[in-house]
Each structure stands twice: as C-alpha cells, then as structure tokens.
C-alpha cells in the first residue's frame, strides 16, 4: 500500500482515541481540497499489508478505532480491504472510513459488502469548498453519514473536536482533524492534516 501519513493517537478523527492512516493517491483531485500532497499515487511510502498491521497491531489495546483517510483509500482498495478483514479479525478497534466517492459509487464496487462489512462509520462523497461545513466530521455539507453498526450514533459525533494541534516525540507541530487544514495562528499545518479527505 501506499501511505501519506500516521499518527498513532488522535481525538479529532472520530470518537475516542485513534489511530490514523492517510493513504496515498487520489485522482480526483476537487477543487479547495485540503490536502493535495496526498494526491500523485507514487508519493509517501510503499508497506505490505502485513508489516502495517504487524505495527499497528500493538497499539489497538489503548485505542478506541482506527480512522482511514486520504487521498482516496478506495484507490487502493485491495490492501484496504485486507487491512481491514485483519483488523476486524484480530482487534476490536472500531473503523472509520473517509472517501471522496459517494455512497452510490461505493455501493457499486464489486467488493462492497465486504468492505462495508469491515466499516462502523462511512464518511463519503468529495469536499466541496462552497459547502464548507467543517463540523461533526464532515468537511462540507455535500458528504454523507453513514453509521453501518450500532458501535456509533451520530450524538457520538458532537464530543470530537473539529481540529486538534499535536506535538509529536520530534517536537514538530501539527493540525488535523476536520478542520484541521485552518491551523491555529502562527502554526504550519501538517502534511497530513486533514480529517475530510
Ligand atoms: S477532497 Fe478527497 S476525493 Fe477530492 S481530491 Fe481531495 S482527497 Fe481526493
């Protein structure tokens, strides 16, 4: 798979503590989108599926889920899809997916209902800046909820901060969450940042 970006604990990217994966590559390339380094599918880094649950794996026991951004992780669907059979095998970590395909498209891929299967909250459709919401997750109103397990509701939704600033072990400073990509006065924001891709 390719990756963009990791943070091993976030409270801005879904209820709870979680880990985040951005994932690298998208082609749809919207106009106003927040992040578009994640967007040349060669950038970041290339991991086997194993050797990134072999990381991840670890560190479920103190988190609540795992949130999966982009770029557009469907791009990369096969990975992503054993990526996530692992996790609902091997862990209770609950899984947010965010894509910038809507829930129609999703639904048409041959592999849906597996993947819907392995996801407690979809995230889906492209950020759309002149429907700029930023708020409870969605970054502009166009996108849609979708909660495919009891594991969340959409009250859980109003205690996740819209943006959060991190310092990491290296001392860098970085924004994510929702809003995420309008950093506070003074900061950069991260590469990463980000929560709706
Ligand atoms: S908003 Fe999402 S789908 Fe659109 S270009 Fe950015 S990463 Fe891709």
Redesign the pocket.
């Known amino acids: 798979m390719r990756l963009h970006d990791f943070i091993p604990s976030s409270r801005a990217n879904g209820p709870g503590l979680r880990a985040v994966l951005w994932l690298q590559g ?5 106009p ?5 380094a ?2 040349p599918p060669q950038g970041g880094i290339s991991m086997g599926v194993a050797d990134l649950w072999r990381g991840l794996k670890p560190l479920s026991g103190a988190l609540e889920g795992l949130t999966l ?4 992780p469907l791009e990369q669907l096969q990975g992503l899809l054993a990526l996530l059979q692992g996790v609902r095998l091997e862990s209770r970590l609950s899984v947010i997916l ?4 809507t829930f129609e498209e999703v639904g048409a891929l041959p592999q849906a209902d597996s993947l819907l299967s392995c996801v407690d909250l979809l995230i889906a459709g ?2 759309d800046p002149r429907r700029h919401l930023a708020s409870r997750l969605r ?1 502009s109103s166009n996108q849609t909820l979708h909660f495919l397990t009891d594991r969340y509701c959409a009250a859980d939704l109003e205690r996740v901060p819209e943006a959060e600033v991190l310092i990491t072990p290296a001392g860098e400073v970085l924004c994510t969450g929702v809003d995420g990509a309008r950093p506070a006065a003074g900061l950069a924001p991260h590469p990463g940042e980000g929560g ?2």
């Not at 106003?32 to 578009?36: A, H, T």
């Not at 965010?98 to 395909?101: D, E, K, P, S």
């Open positions: 998208c082609s749809r390339r919207c106003g989108c927040c992040n578009p994640t967007h951004s982009g770029g557009e965010f894509t910038g395909w492209p950020y970054g709706a891709p």
